[in-house]
DNA sequence: ACAAAAATATGATTTATATCATGTTTTTTA
DNA sequence: TAAAAAACATGATATAAATCATATTTTTGT
């Protein structure tokens, strides 16, 4: 993994978001600053895990694969967002893989590093516990949309989560860009019915699409949508 | 909601696990017993989050309402399990329901109290995030299943996951007594396809079935299964 | 103890969505 | 810059699983 020129300034992450300046400088004697390229993996679900990954800069998708094909996009990581640490009380081991979508920055500790800061920092180790329990929200939301929610449901649920969750550009399109393979993998459904769907959504001019970059034209007939059955 | 007569002992659940003793005066103290009968609501989703529930004895439902009819089970809990908390950053309700299956005494303890709780017992906060974590990943792993695998796959999952969580007695069968429509609601699937379903299981000597009694005879054919696909 | 409400049991029908098949375009990489 | 690999685009087909319908049995509340 090659290390990145331009560094993390210490302000941006998880770790130095929680903890006062003066472990600042500790922190920054830890950490390595890795630059991953498009497509590269960080971990793969079934690896060792040896450390903790802080998202710098870029796009990161977590997912986890079924059989040969099938794949779930379990969230998607920007600036600010944590990737690795499980409760590893039992397995030390990445239940989920997590692989580069836009060119990424990546501070890195090792797990040991990272557990006694959480021995010595207990802010640290109260906002973590904050961000699983966050975290555990929105996976207890997303089951139960993949249990009852239709794909058409889901789509439009979907289109408006990233647009939340990345904001719009300028132009107003949502602020990342996704292959539509990618989108359907976050859905839970097919490329081919994602593709259709949305045709069905750019006839209807719920969106507008060109390439990768999609506006939402109607957001409240989108969400309107997600209340399909 | 009635108090017990036979209450908590102190030792079993969550709290007083991850406590020294010289704790536990106060914990009871600050705790209610309460006795709910089978089909109470002991809280819905929506509602204004007041306290942590912990499970001393009995079985519970935690799940989600979607649309009128349609329900997902997210996990059963069971003595020793925590219910209630979450990040609360943002909003202090439950997003989820806790409803009781068997008859259960339940500890309670008022938000305030626990979070002064966290504030001075820094091991409760950590044990709380790696529960938190630990549920994170069974989450995760249950949004890929409900993705990815066919209803047939995820119905022996879910047989091999209740005998895992909840034991055999010994007669044998499944430590949990269960309506059809509980199990299809935990599988994310409908009453008529897992009782067919089942069936199915009988028919080729997999399970053996009378009542709620669930014995798994192919507990490998089982897990087979579950590769389905 | 009896009425009402759940839970169980099954057949018939529908439909939403995955799968298959194939061609084109764009992007990546050697 | 050519070749290979992804990604994009669509039509045709199959099928898994939901929905609908209805009857019986068991449980629960009063």
């Known amino acids: 993994m090659p290390v990145a020129k331009n560094t993390c300034d210490l302000s941006r992450c998880f770790l130095c978001r929680h903890s006062p300046p003066a472990w600042h400088a500790l922190i920054g004697a830890n950490r390595k600053n890795l630059l991953f390229k498009k497509g590269a993996a960080i971990f793969h679900e079934g690896d060792v895990a040896n450390g903790m990954y802080f998202v710098y800069s870029g796009t990161v998708k ?46 890195y500790v090792d797990l040991a590093f990272f557990e006694s800061l959480l021995q010595t920092n207990h802010q640290i180790t109260y906002q973590l516990m904050q961000c699983y329990a966050n975290e555990l929200q929105n996976a207890e939301k997303k089951m139960s949309k993949l249990a009852h929610m239709n794909v058409k449901a889901r789509i439009a649920d979907t289109l408006l989560t990233l647009q939340n969750q990345f904001g719009k550009t300028k132009e107003g399109h949502i602020n990342i860009q996704l292959s539509r393979l990618d989108i359907a993998a976050f859905t839970g459904t097919t490329y081919e019915t994602l593709f259709r769907t949305m045709q069905e959504f750019i006839q209807e001019k719920l969106i507008k699409v060109s390439g990768k970059k999609i506006v939402v034209l109607k957001e409240k007939k989108l969400a309107a949508l997600t209340w399909t059955q």
């Open 62 to 107: 977590v997912h986890r694969k079924w059989g040969s094909q099938k794949e779930l996009i379990l969230r998607f990581g920007k600036a600010g967002d944590m990737l690795g640490y499980r409760g590893l009380g039992d397995e030390k081991k990445y239940t989920v893989s997590a692989t580069v979508i836009e060119p990424a920055v990546i501070c």
